[in-house]
């Protein structure tokens, strides 16, 4: 159950966009489309904003978004705002009722 | 609306046990498989554990397996997380949340802080 590979951090200006990448292998993201990505702002709960790849939740910002290549997936925020700034995690289902995180990123918007 | 509230956490010494719980409302908790999601501080996320929506499916984090029972009480709208033989690595706020068809997690409860020490 190795966690799955994103970058310690990542930043960016109000207004620009940036992308969050997120690297398994054919175990976890090669094969389906059960990727899910999860905000966390510092002491809070985490909260959905993607889930199967590129689905967003009502209520969620259309400024986010998400997509799979291959055994990578990738979550991208346009138009950056200030309160995007929080930790982001993404996760698979593996197989047989496990999942798997990824080591989250730190979003910081400058 | 929907809720999962934790409780039971608290200090526990190495090596000893303890059973945290998560109660849920605002839906039907027995159509729904449940999960426990850790944080230890300063850390990431880290899943726990998986029980199905009839309680014929559990499983485990191979760092818990063995150790951790998770189990689940329908008319209580529970689901439980016995930690048995726990360590100091085991410190961490635990979270439970609702697992939605697609293999999502959402909601999610605020957290239970489980500390092992000495």
């Known amino acids: 159950q190795s966690a799955l590979t994103q970058p310690a951090s990542v930043s960016g200006s109000p207004g620009q966009s940036i992308t969050i990448s997120c690297t398994g292998s054919?175990?976890?993201?090669?094969?389906?489309?059960?990727v899910s990505w999860y905000q966390q702002h510092p002491g809070k709960v985490p909260r959905l904003i993607i889930y199967?790849?590129?689905e967003r939740p009502s209520g969620v910002s259309n400024r986010f978004s998400g997509s799979k290549s291959g055994n990578t997936a990738s979550l991208t925020i346009s138009g950056l705002q200030t309160e995007d700034e929080a930790d982001y995690y993404c996760?698979?289902?593996?197989?047989?009722?496990?999942?798997?995180f990824g080591g989250g990123t730190k979003l910081t918007v400058l | 609306q929907v809720q999962l509230v934790e409780s039971g956490g608290g200090v526990v010494q190495p090596g000893r046990a303890l059973t945290i719980s998560c109660t849920a409302s605002?839906?039907?908790?027995?159509?729904?498989?449940m999960q426990w999601v850790r944080q230890a501080p300063g850390k990431g996320l880290e899943w726990v554990a998986f029980?199905?929506?009839?309680?014929?499916?559990?499983a485990y984090a191979d760092s818990v397996k063995g150790r951790f029972t998770v189990s689940r009480h329908d008319s209580k709208n529970t689901v439980y997380l016995q930690m048995n033989g726990l360590r100091n690595e085991d410190t961490a706020v635990y979270f439970c949340?609702?697992?939605?068809?697609?293999?999502?997690?959402?909601?999610w409860g605020q957290g239970t802080l489980v500390t092992v020490s000495s």
């Open positions: 029980i199905s929506y009839d309680g014929s499916e559990r």
């Open positions: 996760c698979s289902y593996v197989d047989i009722d496990t999942w798997v």
């Open positions: 605002g839906f039907t908790f027995g159509s729904y498989g």
């Open positions: 199967e790849v590129s």
């Open positions: 949340a609702r697992v939605r068809t697609s293999y999502y997690f959402d909601p």
């Open positions: 054919t175990r976890d993201i090669g094969s389906d489309n059960t």
